[in-house]
């Protein structure tokens, strides 16, 4: 389970929200059980239950982990909005690899249009439960972010406001991969920006490049937008070694 840093006051946790009702009728958790509580800090704890009660369940903390399960590579994942239920699975798969953020955005090619605030509103929600579920099942030890969908020229502006090394991966560039830049990242943060199903217009390329972004293949076959940055992600921390 994930509570916030308030929740934990000396040893005693608190649980509430939608979580009890997990404790109490799916897990049928009872008092003395235990259960393993995570301060989304990376910070992870045994926890034996003292009060399971309707409003909220506590705990007391018998032991912490002593392991470290987050990647010390910050990556965000600029995901190209795809249709039907792809967007989930994105989520989902990114978390369990170790991303910090995602980020949905549209390109001119993108087939998914958003012009409803309450719309784009409740898929964000509904993201980042599956990136809270997706968190819980990998056990990290941080849930990340699933932003609001931005434009890529949004994308662009805020990529060159935090300066981060970005990879651009492109089904037509066939001479250079991920491994040729690695060794030029700076720190550990690293933006990855995945097109959609119908991929990114020349311009967009041209614009991308414009902002020193590294623009490379993930080998000779078309990939799956879905398989795109699950690739992408996976090369770059077996190439910085996390
Ligand atoms: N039509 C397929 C689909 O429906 O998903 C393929 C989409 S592919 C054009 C989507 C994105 O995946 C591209 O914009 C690019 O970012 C990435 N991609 C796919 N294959 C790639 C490759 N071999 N090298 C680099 N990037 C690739």
Redesign the pocket.
């Known amino acids: 389970f994930f509570v916030s840093q308030e929740d934990i006051n000396d040893s005693i946790v608190t649980i509430k929200g939608d979580d009890i009702k997990h404790i109490k009728n799916v897990l049928r958790l009872k008092e003395n059980d235990k259960i393993s509580v995570c301060d989304n800090q990376d910070n992870e704890y045994i926890v034996k239950l003292d009060n399971i009660l309707n409003e909220e369940v506590t705990g007391t903390i018998i032991e912490e982990v002593d392991i470290r399960r987050e990647s010390n590579i910050n990556i965000t994942l600029y995901q ?1 909005f795809a249709k039907g239920s792809k967007m989930d699975m994105i989520i989902q798969k990114a978390t369990e690899l170790g991303v910090k953020r995602i980020v949905p955005i549209i390109t001119d090619r993108a087939i998914v249009k958003i012009n409803d605030k309450k719309k784009e509103d409740k898929k964000i929600d509904r993201f980042n439960k599956i990136a809270m579920e997706a968190s819980k099942q990998s056990k990290r030890g941080t849930v990340p972010e699933v932003s609001n969908i931005l434009s890529l020229d949004k994308a662009i502006k805020e990529i060159q406001e935090n300066g981060s090394f970005t990879i651009v ?3 037509d ?1 066939n001479q250079v991969g991920v491994k040729d830049f690695i060794k030029d990242v700076k720190n550990r943060d690293i933006n990855i920006i ?4 119908g ?2 217009e020349e311009t967009e390329i041209s614009q991308l490049k414009s902002i020193n972004s590294k623009i ?4 000779p ?5 879905e398989t ?1 940055g699950f690739t992408a992600i996976a090369i770059v921390m077996y190439e910085l070694g996390d």
């Open positions: 190209g991966p492109y089904e560039e995945i097109g959609p199903e991929g990114f490379v293949s993930l080998g076959r078309i990939l799956r937008t795109a």
